[in-house]
């Protein structure tokens, strides 16, 4: 296959935030386009229109685009092979299920609700806990198969409701090749008659994604390895179809899974485990609730990206830290793992830590700009140029610029004067009162006077300079963090520096 013929799709249903599992099968196929010079598709599957929510499809297309992997086609960027909502596409897969239907493929369905209820109870066993709809029990239901042809015409005419399932052949092997896990083979007795068009006329998933990958010119298809399943339906459908030699190839990617490696991993895993699951915060509009994402914790897209790569696939080097270019320039299927990939968070912030530290400052300006006006700090573009590159290595997450910054710009409202106290005596009282005075006189502001100044009045005063840096550090910041102290003194001013040390002595006093 050329690369100007490879076309890859993400096909997410719109029905709520987007887990970080669907980013990374999203960023595959991006890497995979991009690798072979060709399109990254993105289509929106909205058939399950119960499940529907207003917004999630905007919501999906700000996610990729805050990853940095903006589709080629979609729904907001027309192509050639649009429309490119399911929705918008109906008309054309009742004609396939009617071919399949006509070929002996497929058959009508009139059951009800309670006729499946009734089968599922007469074929329950302890062999059997759940009975499927399939050759052993097809033709004991209420469908083409055993009825008529008026009487299944004079039922559609009467608008009685059905669907269409594809009749599976009984024992007989289905074959694929996977780019993956290889070659794999499924026997049909293990498949239900899937439905492929519901009572509402729109396909389910099995014929839909057939149908669209063969109009839309898929060459490979990138999903979860929970589709493994459904793999046979499918191949059989691009054969009935006879497309089959058009089929695109198949990767089924391995589950990201929870942090202790059991089951798959879940919006409920996160909430009770304290970190995002979803990109960016999505706020539910029927029920309100706000989940948050990455992107509001303070996750660098290029760090977040960086990070689910490398979440079952590595390019055998022992690097860990690639920005996209790169990732793209590496890629490749055959060094994605069959098995699944535990998500730990806190590599996740690790790999955020490692893109603030190699960020320069008009990278993260804005961002940290934008995060301090948030938290009612308000810092010049000047002023934040020359304290960034001073504490950048100190945060793990954007958000961190807060506790950081914040002391640059304002005095701080909680002290730890716990750390204090305990080694604080009458000597040092004296030391900071003296040395304040001092302060106030010196004439050149600079990290190096207010340094020197320091010593000679710690020597005077008989004490190790580095028995005052700790109580000098909690008056200007307020905890023990912070670049050299003497550089904060020397940013903040003299006024501040002073009144800070003035302000902890009154405290300590009390």
């Not at 207003?54 to 649009?82: F, M, R, T, V």
């Not at 391995?254 to 895993?269: A, N």
């Amino acid at each position: 296959m050329t690369a100007s013929t490879t076309r890859v799709r993400f096909a997410p249903s719109p029905t709520g935030g987007l887990h970080l599992g669907g980013v990374r099968t999203a960023l595959f196929n991006y890497l995979f386009a991009h690798k072979n010079k060709g399109q990254f598709i993105l289509r929106i599957e909205d058939t399950d229109q119960g499940r529907f929510v207003p917004g999630a499809e905007q919501y999906i297309i700000n996610c990729l685009d805050w990853c940095g992997i903006s589709p080629d086609e979609g729904p907001h960027k027309e192509g050639a092979y649009g429309p490119y909502r399911q929705s918008e596409r109906k008309s054309s897969y009742r004609k396939y299920a009617e071919q399949l239907i006509e070929q002996g493929h497929a058959y009508y369905a009139f059951d009800t609700p309670e006729d499946l209820e009734k089968m599922r109870e007469a074929f329950r066993s302890d062999a059997n806990p759940s009975p499927q709809y399939d050759s052993k029990v097809r033709m004991q239901m209420n469908n083409s198969l055993i009825l008529h042809g008026e009487k299944v015409a004079e039922l559609i005419n009467q608008g009685t409701p059905y669907v269409v399932r594809i009749k599976m052949p009984a024992s007989t092997e289905v074959t694929f090749q996977d780019m993956i896990r290889g070659e794999i083979t499924f026997n049909t007795d293990q498949v239900d008659d899937k439905v492929l068009l519901k009572a509402d006329g729109m396909p389910t998933y099995h014929l839909a994604v057939v149908v669209d990958d063969h109009e839309m010119k898929i060459s490979h298809a990138f999903r979860g390895e929970e589709w493994l399943p459904s793999a046979p339906v499918h191949v059989l459908l691009w054969d009935y179809l006879g497309w089959k030699d058009q089929m695109p190839e198949w990767a089924h990617l391995p589950l990201i899974l929870k942090p202790d490696g059991q089951g798959k991993l879940s919006k409920r895993d996160g909430d009770r485990l304290g970190f995002p699951v979803f990109a960016m915060d999505w706020q539910d509009p029927k029920s309100n609730e706000l989940t948050k994402g990455f992107k509001e914790m303070g996750f660098l897209p290029e760090a977040f990206i960086n990070m689910l790569a490398m979440l079952g696939w590595n390019d055998g080097s022992g690097e860990e830290i690639f920005n996209l270019e790169q990732l793209i320039e590496r890629f490749s299927i055959e060094r994605i793992h069959k098995g699944g990939a535990k998500f730990d968070f806190e590599k996740a912030k690790w790999f955020n830590q490692e893109w603030i530290k190699r960020s320069d400052t008009a990278r993260l300006l804005p961002l940290v700009q934008e995060i301090l006006v948030k938290n009612n700090i308000h810092a010049s573009e000047e002023a934040l140029t020359d304290i960034i590159p001073m504490v950048k290595e100190r945060c793990q997450l954007l958000n961190d610029f807060v506790a950081q910054v914040s002391y640059f710009f304002n005095d701080p409202v909680q002290i730890d004067l716990a750390s204090v106290q305990p080694k604080w005596d009458e000597k040092k009282k004296l030391f900071f009162e003296g040395w304040t005075t001092t302060l106030e006189q010196i004439e050149t502001w600079d990290a190096t006077a207010i340094e020197n100044t320091f010593k000679e009045a710690a020597a005077l005063a008989q004490i190790k300079p580095g028995e005052l840096q700790l109580p000098l550090r909690i008056m200007l910041v307020g905890a023990k963090f912070g670049p050299t102290v003497f550089d904060i003194a020397f940013r903040i001013g003299k006024e501040a520096t002073t009144r800070r040390i003035g302000h902890c002595l009154t405290l300590l006093a009390q």
